[in-house]
Nanobody
Framework: QVQLMESGGGLVQAGGSLRLSCNGRSFTADNMGWHRQAQGKERELAAFESTSGRNWVLDSVKGRFTIDRDYAKNTLYLRMNSLKPEDTAVYYC???????????????WGQGTQVTVSS
């Protein structure tokens, strides 16, 4: 069982930055992702990183969000810059699998952390 816990959310003004962290067990063997769910909307995948280091980010956050991990600290990060009000959501980290077509599916979830961007 993979246990994941997010931290680092909060309230920030538009244009600001936040760094989300996700700590978990069995970290080195996992493909990892960040998802977000805005109020009234479906949860969407924002970024993922494979165990081989390949990563992907959603077009709407490309150039602003970066996913990376520190294996020594067992921590996955989502670095968010130039935040916009539309980035407001609950952010979840996940551990999952990469399919043959390169897409990512989560199997385990954290409980989420709220990010609110004020205009």
């Amino acid at each position: 069982q993979v246990q994941l816990m997010e931290s680092g959310g909060g309230l920030v003004q538009a244009g600001g930055s936040l760094r989300l962290s996700c700590n978990g067990r069995s970290f080195t063997a996992d493909n990892m992702g960040w998802h977000r769910q805005a109020q009234g909307k479906e949860r969407e995948l924002a970024a993922f990183e494979s165990t081989s280091g390949r990563n992907w980010v959603l077009d709407s956050v490309k150039g602003r969000f970066t996913i990376d991990r520190d294996y020594a600290k067992n921590t996955l990060y989502l670095r968010m810059n130039s935040l916009k009000p539309e980035d407001t959501a609950v952010y979840y980290c996940s551990a999952g699998e990469i399919h043959y077509d390169g897409t990512y599916s989560p199997n385990y979830w954290g409980q989420g952390t709220q990010v609110t961007v004020s205009s």
